[in-house]
């Protein structure tokens, strides 16, 4: 039996049972995928089995983590690599490539958070004066970036954005989240006011003739993607000298952090960002902790 084709195949199947049974979202798919390709990679470059399922007895497994931290991965991405690799485990369980699942006897990293990093309003408002022509480009991305900020959305839910999914009236947007979750949100006058710019006098330019119902489209008149989103923000955090390095993802930090600041009620904030738990979304209280002894470190008397 050729077990390295067998394992090739087990990876094409296990993609298909976390799109379609588990439901993961896009990000996560790749994530996990990509996780398992590095772990088939190494299996087939040091293992060789008697049969299919010596590639994954505990032994071997605690030393691939070994190798994990040779290599110098931080303990987050171990720890994701080792999610990737139970629930491929779990699958290949299901499927009856193995008998047993050896996954929980694994010795995991513990976790050292970091806090979040966030830019301050001042350099919010420093960004998005970067877009100031009125070319369709520029309209786009000055409607794009201000609402990843003001509704503290992640890039994988502007890019799916609708234009039906925008109520002007009400002063809501719709979003489509992880797990195919939709969810409610106010937007803000200045995003909403940069967004009918931007339909009227650059969407339709972009569009040309095609048929896309895609709220943000790219110079070909078609969705535009996460990348196309990463590449045009680091072109204009250059620009405007933000001393700083700063993502996409920073945006939807920096939103969550100027509630908090502002005094909005964490469960609140939860609700925006589409948090499943309140654990994830109360990294921006120790936040505003540092923010407030700052502040008093600065106006401090004695």
């Not at 001042?122 to 070319?135: R, W």
Request: with cysteine.
């Amino acid at each position: 039996m050729d077990f390295n084709q067998l394992l090739h195949d087990s990876v094409i199947r296990f993609k298909d049972y976390i799109i379609s049974e588990r439901r993961l979202s896009d990000n996560t798919v790749y994530a996990y995928h990509n996780d398992i390709i590095h772990f088939i990679t190494y299996l087939i470059e040091h293992i060789q089995p008697v049969k299919f399922e010596d590639y994954f007895l505990l032994d071997e497994l605690d030393i691939y983590i070994i190798y994990l931290y040779n290599a110098m991965f931080d303990s987050s991405s171990i720890q994701r690599k080792l999610c990737s690799l139970t629930l491929y485990l779990k699958f290949l369980k299901l499927e009856s490539l193995i008998v047993s699942n050896p996954s929980n006897y694994l010795i995991r990293p513990k976790s050292v958070q970091s806090l979040p990093k966030y830019l301050t309003l001042e350099e919010i408002e420093q960004f998005i004066k970067v877009f100031d022509s009125q070319s369709p480009i520029n309209l786009r991305d000055r409607a794009l970036y201000e609402l990843l900020y003001s509704c503290g959305l992640r890039v994988s839910e502007v890019t799916e954005l609708n234009c039906s999914d925008i109520y002007v009236d009400s002063k809501i947007i719709k979003v489509t989240g992880k797990g195919d979750k939709q969810r409610l949100i106010p937007v803000g006058a200045q995003a909403l006011l940069l967004i009918d710019q931007y339909i009227k006098n650059g969407r339709a330019k972009l569009l040309k003739k095609k048929n896309c119902s895609n709220l943000f489209l790219n110079y070909r008149g078609e969705k535009l993607t996460r990348k196309g989103i990463w590449k045009n923000l680091q072109m204009a955090a250059i620009k405007s000298g933000i001393d700083k390095k700063f993502t996409v993802h920073t945006l939807r930090h920096s939103f969550a952090t100027h509630l908090i600041q502002n005094g909005a009620d964490i469960r609140f904030v939860q609700t925006l960002l589409g948090h499943k738990s309140i654990s994830t979304t109360e990294i921006y209280t120790h936040l505003d902790m540092n923010f407030v002894r700052s502040v008093y470190n600065k106006s401090q008397i004695r």
